[in-house]
């Protein structure tokens, strides 16, 4: 059975750093053939998508609220998926999900909460 296990969240002040990890466990298919994203979802909100990555790492795209500050990258090595978050802000302030998608089918992750606050 794939597990999607995220981590790495917290309570951060406003202007600092979380680096998310997302690792696929019971992953028997070639990780490396699945694109990636990751979401957050803030209370009351939609859940929206933050970034992403293709299979082989070599195209990444970015929501333009957090373009220039997140980066995503991946290991297919470790079936890894990370998020580099930096300059935080309290609107970043959500449960970040990650997801890894190929075709029609996809797994998700159980989230892990990020708190920018003072």
């Known amino acids: 059975q794939v597990q999607l296990v995220e981590s790495g969240g917290g309570l951060v002040q406003p202007g600092g750093s979380l680096r998310l990890s997302c690792a696929a466990k019971?992953?028997?298919?070639?990780?490396?053939?699945?694109?990636a994203r990751w979401h957050r979802q803030a209370p009351g909100k939609e859940r929206e998508l933050v970034a992403g990555?293709?299979?082989?790492?070599?195209?990444?795209i970015y929501s333009d609220s957090v373009k220039g500050r997140f980066t995503i990258s991946r290991d297919n090595a470790k079936n890894t998926v990370s998020l580099q978050m930096n300059s935080l802000k309290p609107e970043d302030t959500a449960v970040y999900y990650c997801?890894?998608?190929?075709?029609?089918?996809?797994?998700w992750g159980q989230g892990t909460q990020v708190t920018v606050s003072s």
């Open positions: 019971g992953f028997t298919f070639t990780f490396s053939n699945y694109a």
């Open positions: 990555i293709s299979s082989v790492g070599g195209s990444t």
């Open positions: 997801q890894i998608l190929r075709g029609g089918f996809d797994y």
